[in-house]
Structure formats: structure tokens, C-alpha cells
């Protein structure tokens, strides 16, 4: 076995499928928000997942309290 993509444990809760496409990405301060597509059947999930590396402060973006779902 070899482990060619990280596995963070998602699995699609309708299909059982391990594989997603990430649709969206947004760096929070600490985190990092991706919106994922399951590859099989659709269905869309949000994940947070730590952010890593350099941890550059986003001071500039106003809080526009976006909404999705
Ligand atoms: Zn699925």
C-alpha cells in the first residue's frame, strides 16, 4: 500500500466514497475551511483542518459574513 493522498479520515456518508474534490478553500486565522465534492455521487461536505506552515495574519479582509450551505 502506499499512501498517495492523505488521508483525513472523510468518508462520504452516501456512497462510502474516500475521494473529494475541493470546490472552495478559505484560510481562517489557526484553520482552514475547504468545501469538498464526493468524486462518486455529489454530495458536498465542509471540513476544517488546521492550518499549517507559516501563519500569515489576514488582517486585510473585511468580515463580510458570507453564507453558504
Ligand atoms: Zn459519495
Redesign the pocket.
Known amino acids: 500500500m502506499k499512501p498517495e493522498e492523505k488521508q483525513i479520515g472523510l468518508v462520504?456518508?452516501?456512497?462510502?466514497?474516500r475521494q473529494f474534490y475541493v470546490v472552495y478553500t478559505r484560510q481562517r486565522p489557526g484553520k482552514v475551511m475547504r468545501r469538498r465534492q464526493?468524486?462518486?455521487?455529489?454530495?458536498r461536505f465542509t471540513t476544517w483542518e488546521k492550518d499549517v506552515g507559516g501563519a500569515k495574519p489576514a488582517g486585510g479582509e473585511a468580515a463580510a459574513g458570507d453564507v453558504y450551505g
Open positions: 462520504c456518508r452516501y456512497c462510502g466514497c464526493c468524486r462518486n455521487c455529489g454530495a
